[in-house]
């Protein structure tokens, strides 16, 4: 997903290839420099871990790291169904859904 204040909000649907991974014709494409990356599972039924993105940020900045904007002050983050916390809920019926921001370690948190 990307957001960026003053623009329209994207959400792509794909997956992370290797570098040089060729893109089949009529696809598109970003590439992702190597990043560190603070990730936040959501605990909860399937429709009450959606859209929390900003309290996962929220989760990261708490815990001493920066959100990491694009080259074009945009930023990205994505959502991650890992097999089987999110495919299986558990004895309440609950999945885990892992968000992902990229980011850094504060300079001054050492």
């Keep these: 997903m990307r957001w960026k204040e003053g623009e329209p909000f994207e959400y792509w ?3 992370f290839c290797p570098d040089n991974a060729e893109v089949p014709e009529g696809y598109s494409f970003i590439d992702f420099d190597e990043s560190d990356l603070g990730v936040v599972w959501l605990y909860g039924k399937e429709y009450e871990v959606y859209g929390q993105e900003h309290k996962c940020a929220d989760s990261c900045l708490k815990e001493g790291y920066k959100i990491v904007p694009d080259s074009q002050g945009a930023y990205w983050f994505f959502e991650r ?15 885990i859904l892992d968000i992902c921001h990229f980011i850094e370690k504060n300079s001054n948190d050492g």
Excluded: A, Q
């Design 13 to 15: 649907i794909g997956m």
């Design 81 to 95: 169904y890992v097999c089987p916390r999110f495919t299986t809920s558990d004895e309440k019926g609950n999945i």
